[in-house]
């Protein structure tokens, strides 16, 4: 763990690591989603709207689909909160790790909003290895990169609709989970994480032959349980 707490120097971190492969591959993912955007009728300010408030491609993803379709706006806001349910437990597992007395709670209300899957991954990583007033500005720094960059990436993959074929516009949108299942199986130094990753891969294709609808949220649940577990005994 890293001695000296310099916020600015932490903030300052998490931008240039936020500048690089994490940018690229969240603007190309959300280049797809401008793209899905357009081709379904939807305005350009709807889909930025859409990234600046929710910044959650599921869910996002989900509300398009609806909303092509011409589903109630019932059944979009029921369909796009269950979709990002998934952000409350991140926010609960990253929040120790940021907490900082000193700082006001505003702040934590404010980095709440900027949890995502990449930043979360990220922040799990680094964090546990800083000092507490160093984490919450370097996990700021790193969203304040991304966050822009999805935007950006939303307003171009619009305008370049029908430039590129629909197929590779939607595979750019997986761009971002794969980025994010890398991460954490390059840290090899945690075998239930990796075990995790593992049991997963090989639950996912078999449960979805048993069932479609259930299949992603049964691998999950089994997949992690046995993490939790092993990672239990270990200790």
């Not at 401008?34 to 509300?63: D, I, K, N």
């Not at 919450?136 to 969203?143: D, K, V």
């Not at 794969?178 to 090899?188: G, H, N, P, R």
């Not at 997963?200 to 999950?220: E, K, M, N, Q, Y």
């Amino acid at each position: 763990m890293s001695s000296a707490g310099s916020p600015a120097k932490a903030a300052l971190r998490g931008l240039r690591v936020g500048f690089g492969v994490p940018m690229c591959v969240l603007a190309a993912s959300f280049l797809g989603f401008g793209a899905l955007v357009r081709e379904s009728g939807m305005a350009l300010w709807q889909g930025l709207f859409s990234t600046a408030s929710a910044w959650a491609l599921p869910g996002q993803v989900a509300l398009v689909e609806l909303h092509a379709v011409g589903a109630p706006p019932l059944a979009i806001v029921v369909a796009v909160g269950l979709s990002n349910a998934r952000l409350l437990p991140m926010v609960i597992t990253l929040m120790p790790y940021l907490a900082d007395q000193n700082r006001p709670r505003w702040q934590y209300y404010v980095a709440a909003n900027w949890v995502a899957v990449t930043g979360w991954a990220a922040a799990l990583r680094a964090c546990p290895g800083m000092v507490a007033e160093e984490r919450l500005p370097y996990f700021m720094g790193y969203s304040m990169v991304l966050w822009p960059a999805s935007l950006a990436g939303t307003a171009i993959g619009f305008a370049l609709a029908g430039a590129v074929p629909v197929a590779v516009s939607l595979g750019l949108v997986f761009l971002n989970p794969i980025y994010f299942m890398l991460v954490f199986a390059a840290d090899v130094s945690s075998p239930p994480r990796v075990a995790a990753l593992v049991l997963g891969a090989i639950l996912g294709p078999l449960l979805f032959l048993v069932t479609p609808d259930w299949s992603l949220l049964l691998t999950g649940v089994i997949a992690g349980t046995v993490a939790f577990l092993a990672l239990h005994r270990r200790r």
